[in-house]
């Protein structure tokens, strides 16, 4: 029996049909999905967070790598603050801000933009010293 339905096949959520149990392992357009929590019925699933992780790790990793030994750990750990701080902001702000002025679109395009800067900021880092923060 199917534990989730897309609504639309272009969607990146599915929806629980039934009460799923924690522990349980199942797939979903080829996406294996394992909930460590019972899932409702009627919630939605994200299938797209498996983007998430790695580009987090590799801005930890960056950090680590440019501060000096006694610093990386402040580094690593400011690095993760910011990350977990950025869904408070990308939930609750985005979020008023979509149902003040009207929509996603824009947002959309900011955070494409603020992703093109963040790049931008994290490519000028390629050719500085290892461990120096110079």
Do not use: R
């Amino acid at each position: 029996m199917a534990e989730f339905i897309k609504i639309n096949a272009a969607d990146n959520v599915a929806v629980a049909i039934h009460d799923v149990e924690a522990g349980g392992c199942f797939g979903i357009d080829g996406i294996q999905i394992v909930p460590n929590t019972l899932i409702p019925a009627g919630h939605k699933v994200a299938l797209a967070g498996f983007l998430i992780y790695g580009p987090q790790a590799l801005l930890g990793v960056t950090a680590a790598n440019i501060a000096t030994k006694k610093a990386a750990f402040s580094a690593v750990g400011l690095i993760g603050f910011m990350s977990y701080l950025s869904t408070i902001v990308t939930g609750v702000v985005f979020g008023a801000l979509a149902d003040k002025f009207g929509g996603w679109g824009w947002i959309f395009i900011t955070m494409g933009g603020l992703s093109v800067i963040g790049t931008v900021l994290i490519l000028s880092l390629w050719n500085l010293k290892e461990g120096t923060g110079e």
